[in-house]
């Protein structure tokens, strides 16, 4: 019932998943701590400029923060309906995703995280895009100007950099100039804002400094509950199950969506790494793995056999989301 429900795409599915993200925000509504204002280092000079404007106003702060989120989910429909990853239109991406980014609720706040997975979507789409273009396609360029600009608000999306590359390798035949332009849109922006540091009399060089600052900071901790284990442990057997299918079915797909899927593999193994290794567990990276895991999980509901046992699987994925926020309020389990 929940299944299909929340499959569809209807106005009223899209209705029921505002609702529920409502409800999954609530905590973050109501608690007067933030994070949005606590710079262990110098923040990146885009997020500092918002983070000002903003001038300390919590209950605001989690509102834009909500709607960004929002704003996200939406773009993952509309990646749906452009390169018809799932074969069917569905908002169910969207829920995904949702429930991804908000089940851990200290990040329910205003933060550069939500810079990183919204620049990510663009790239995304400039990416996918780029498929049976012609060479020397300027979407790289336009992917590493979107990079770029990400950069100035959430440092340590430059790590991407890989990817980009990577996917250049699935998606097209090799080109140097292609290689090249990444690079380069990445160079705009950061050219931009030195010019800029200079002709105010700022001494230029100090934006390397914050990047630097921001790249090898580490003070990162998580309140590892039993509710917050039970949903990371069911999310992973999830994603296993879900890999599973697609390798069961990847080889009867369309040579497009094989490559998507494999671009968004290596999404996820790039942000896992990243995350376990480089950045020393840093929750942005996480909003940035969601992606590929959203559409990973949301494939595997929509085209698998809609079964007793994957609607049950489904419904203890919801049940488990709602339980977790209720055990915020009530304390039944650590």
């Known amino acids: 019932m929940l299944l299909r429900i929340f499959s569809d795409s209807k106005l009223t599915t899209a209705f029921l998943i505002f609702i529920f993200a409502v409800m999954l925000w609530i905590p973050g509504f109501l608690s007067q701590e933030t994070g949005a204002f606590y710079f262990p280092v110098q923040p990146m000079p885009f997020y500092r400029a918002v983070a000002d ?18 704003f996200q989910s939406f773009l993952m429909v509309r990646l749906n309906v452009k390169f018809i990853l799932i074969r069917q ?5 969207a829920l995904i995703f949702i429930l991804l980014c908000s089940f851990y609720f200290p990040h ?32 790289f360029f336009e992917a590493g100007l979107v990079l770029g600009v990400t950069t100035l608000f959430y440092a340590r999306m430059i790590y991407f950099i890989p990817f980009i590359w990577i996917a250049q390798i699935i998606l097209r035949p090799f080109s140097w100039r292609e290689w090249i332009l990444p690079l380069a849109g990445i160079f705009v922006p950061a050219f ?3 010019s800029v540091r ?4 700022m001494d230029p060089w100090q934006a390397w400094n914050i990047f630097y600052d921001n790249l090898n900071s580490f003070q990162f901790s998580f309140n590892f509950t039993l509710s917050y284990i039970i949903i ?3 999310i992973f057997l999830l994603v296993l199950l879900a890999s599973g299918y697609m390798l069961r079915v990847f080889q009867f797909r369309k040579i497009y969506i094989r490559n998507y899927f494999l671009t968004f593999f290596w999404l996820f193994l790039i942000s896992a790494l990243l995350f376990t290794f480089l950045t020393r567990f840093d929750p942005g990276i996480i909003y940035v793995a969601a992606i590929p895991v959203a559409f990973l999980i949301s494939n595997y509901f929509i085209n698998a056999k809609r079964s007793r046992g994957n609607r049950l699987l489904f419904g ?11 055990n915020h309020w009530f304390e039944w389990i650590g």
């Open 53 to 70: 404007i903003l001038a300390e106003n919590v209950l605001l702060t989690r509102i834009l923060a909500f709607l960004f989120l929002l």
């Open 89 to 93: 239109r569905t908002f169910l991406p």
């Open 108 to 139: 329910l706040q205003f933060s550069e995280y939500l810079f990183g997975s919204l620049g990510m979507l663009l790239i995304l789409d400039l990416i996918l895009g780029s498929y049976k273009q012609e060479p020397d396609s300027w979407k």
């Open 192 to 194: 931009i804002l030195v």
């Open 198 to 201: 200079y002709l105010l009399g």
């Open 232 to 234: 990371a442990v069911y």
């Open 316 to 326: 203890l994925l919801f049940l488990a989301f709602l339980g977790n926020g209720l």
